[in-house]
């Protein structure tokens, strides 16, 4: 550190910021220069002079007290620094060089900054903070650099952060607009009306983003490009895919499609409440038929029995799976078993087909026998009090 001294308000042209001549010296022994012109010196006291103190304009000089007045003395000696000001007061020399002027001390530090600016190599602006140190050498640079942030808006979703998915198990997906059409989600906004079946999805890997680039997976064309996306739509959200994962989501409807999609860009947590479920087929060998009426008979009588008794609407289809060559009288005798068969069944339980296969309709017709039943005996109780 350096202590510098200020001068202001001389009537001598002597104002001005004066440096220490030798940071070394201490005490009387040190001079204060204002370029070649002037200088601050000890000699007898402190004085302000011209550089090769011909001429003398200041001085400082003790205050006495003269009766009941405190007045300038002649003598300076044994005032510690020029910048003093209790007790002490600056006097010119000649009256040419009033008025007298402020002397101040300024400390200099020996550490100086600079500020400027440049451009890196991306074309951002640096900022640089250059920190000098005048007593060691030492310099130091700090660089701030200001990066321009790309926030997609291009669709009424924001990107999400999605729960982290367990590889090889499957989810129900629903993704952000630009992708939606890939998942489970509204047809149309206004209806709300959802493709139940869509997004099913197994997780097969997870890849940071930049694992995936490494793999030479082209992301936009995998995922953007077949949906008819822009690339400027790639380019903006590629500034936010380097902090998230990728998923790998494969069809479980059709192995040969598959995605690689951005954690972001699922939209919500994912149902996890997927299974896998047998579709079933019944097959009845029902022998030979030559009857058109009677299949379309036990047509019409299976498709009842399955939505009466299970709630099961799935049509009945008939089918020929084989043909065969047989005599007319031995056909007629098959057609004769089944008759006795079905009289035999009668004889025994009854009518099985109503009272078992269609007794959720008979319930109903009881119920509704019962309604009448209450109903009519609540008019003949009223009809009765009314001829009382």
Known sequence: MADNIKISGAGAPCDGEYSL????????????????NYRVYYHNGWKIANADITTIYYKLVAIIKVGETMVPSTSGAGILDPWETEECVWVSTN?????VPVVELKVVSDVTTETYTEID?????????KTTNLSTGYVRYERVVTKTVYQPEVTKHDRFTAPMLTIGRVFQFRFVSDFFSLGYGPIDPE?????????????????TFFDLLGTGIDLYKNLYEPLGLSEELYTTDFHKLGNTLIYKLVDVNDESIYYYMPMIFIDGTPNSAVNL???????????????????????????????????????VNLAV???????????????????????SIYLEH?????????????????????VLLAKLAMYEEILENQLA
């Open 21 to 36: 001549l030798n940071e070394v010296r201490t005490g009387n022994s040190r001079v204060w220069m204002l370029g070649d």
């Open 95 to 99: 009256e040419e060089y009033d008025p």
């Open 191 to 207: 209806t709300e009306e959802p493709y139940p079946l869509k997004g099913l999805y197994r997780v097969d890997k997870i890849f």
């Open 277 to 315: 479920y047998n579709k079933v087929l019944m097959s009845i060998d029902i022998g030979a038929q030559f009857d058109n009426e009677l299949l379309k008979d036990i047509k019409d009588v299976m498709e009842r029995v399955l939505m009466a008794k299970w709630g099961l609407t799935g049509k």
């Open 121 to 129: 190599e991306d074309g951002d602006e640096v900022v640089v903070l």
């Open 350 to 370: 009854g009518n099985v087909l109503a009272d078992t296969l269609f007794y959720v309709e008979d319930n109903k017709l009881l119920k509704e026998r019962d």
């Open 321 to 343: 799976y084989q043909k065969a060559w047989m005599p007319e009288d031995y056909y007629n005798s098959l057609v004769a078993d089944r008759s006795a068969v079905k009289e």
